[in-house]
């Protein structure tokens, strides 16, 4: 039996009275918050206590097969990184239940991410790390290509990447902190409304915080205004020279 077949039983096991969506977002959510909790102390008691009213619905063997579950999730993405939450997802037929939610197919994504890759590459020889923005991110398949195709062309998506992505659900953000976490590709992932701008929540995956990509951006930007005002002051400069 495939990882896939054993994480949908323990699931469907879990079920009961429950209606299969929300075992799913209940496995995500805890999953996602135990990621989250383990490096980021912002916030880690309201995250807590919202973990501990998940699990309380649930027994000590129910808990136990999401643990279950989660360790499969994490040892199909060390032997083959992919959208594996995504595909969970249409297995248990849940997009249809979810007003035609439906995410990306994996090969579709890396096809995809294989016509970017080489501008993804141009930036990191240029500037040393590339950036990508993915709104409605979904279950982060598309991140996902790319961090393979950039590994396929000698890039350590770890390192030469930072991703900011978006998405208005709450379970998609779930599912795409955890694969960007389990991956350790730095990321910050809202869970946003892209046409009214209005963010719910942000989640920062380890790799972002253990790397201090929020010092690096605030240095970068800092550089940047520094360099702007220096340019400013040196056209000003020239300009009364020659009056």
């Given at each position: 039996?495939?990882?896939y077949k054993k994480?949908?039983?323990l699931?469907?096991?879990?079920?009961?009275?429950k209606?299969?969506?929300e075992?799913?977002?209940?496995?995500?959510?805890?999953?996602?918050?135990?990621?989250?909790?383990?490096?980021?102390?912002w916030?880690y008691?309201?995250?807590?206590?919202?973990?501990?009213?998940?699990?309380g619905?649930y027994?000590?063997?129910?808990?136990?097969?999401?643990?279950?579950?989660?360790?499969?999730v994490?040892?199909a993405m060390?032997?083959?990184?992919?959208?594996?939450?995504?595909?969970?997802?249409?297995?248990?037929?849940?997009?249809?239940?979810?007003?035609g939610?439906?995410?990306t197919p994996?090969?579709?994504?890396?096809?995809?991410?294989?016509?970017?890759?080489d501008?993804?590459?141009?930036?990191?020889?240029?500037?040393?790390f590339?950036e990508?923005?993915?709104?409605?991110?979904?279950?982060?398949?598309?991140?996902?290509?790319?961090?393979?195709e950039?590994r396929?062309?000698?890039?350590?998506?770890q390192?030469?990447l930072?991703?900011?992505?978006?998405?208005?659900?709450?379970?998609?953000?779930?599912m795409?902190?955890?694969?960007?976490s389990?991956?350790?590709?730095?990321?910050?992932?809202?869970?946003?409304?892209?046409?009214?701008?209005?963010?719910?929540?942000?989640?920062?995956?380890?790799?972002?915080?253990?790397g201090?990509?929020?010092?690096?951006?605030?240095h970068?930007?800092a550089?940047?205004e520094?360099?702007?005002?220096?340019?400013?002051t040196?056209?000003?400069?020239?300009?009364?020279a020659?009056?």
């Amino acid at each position: 039996m495939s990882d896939y077949k054993k994480i949908v039983k323990l699931l469907e096991a879990n079920a009961g009275a429950k209606r299969m969506s929300e075992v799913f977002d209940d496995f995500v959510e805890m999953s996602a918050l135990t990621f989250r909790n383990a490096v980021d102390s912002w916030g880690y008691d309201e995250r807590e206590a919202q973990y501990l009213r998940i699990a309380g619905r649930y027994d000590r063997e129910e808990l136990n097969r999401f643990a279950h579950a989660l360790a499969l999730v994490v040892k199909a993405m060390e032997q083959e990184p992919c959208d594996v939450l995504g595909r969970l997802y249409m297995e248990l037929e849940l997009g249809n239940g979810r007003l035609g939610q439906f995410f990306t197919p994996y090969d579709v994504a890396r096809l995809v991410a294989g016509m970017q890759i080489d501008g993804i590459a141009e930036r990191v020889r240029s500037h040393g790390f590339a950036e990508l923005y993915e709104p409605a991110c979904g279950a982060a398949a598309f991140i996902v290509a790319v961090s393979q195709e950039m590994r396929t062309a000698g890039l350590n998506p770890q390192t030469q990447l930072h991703v900011t992505a978006e998405d208005i659900a709450r379970q998609a953000v779930h599912m795409a902190y955890i694969h960007l976490s389990l991956l350790h590709v730095p990321a910050v992932v809202h869970r946003r409304n892209t046409l009214t701008m209005e963010t719910f929540d942000t989640w920062r995956t380890p790799a972002h915080i253990l790397g201090g990509w929020g010092w690096k951006f605030r240095h970068a930007d800092a550089v940047q205004e520094m360099q702007t005002l220096l340019g400013a002051t040196t056209l000003r400069s020239m300009a009364e020279a020659r009056s």
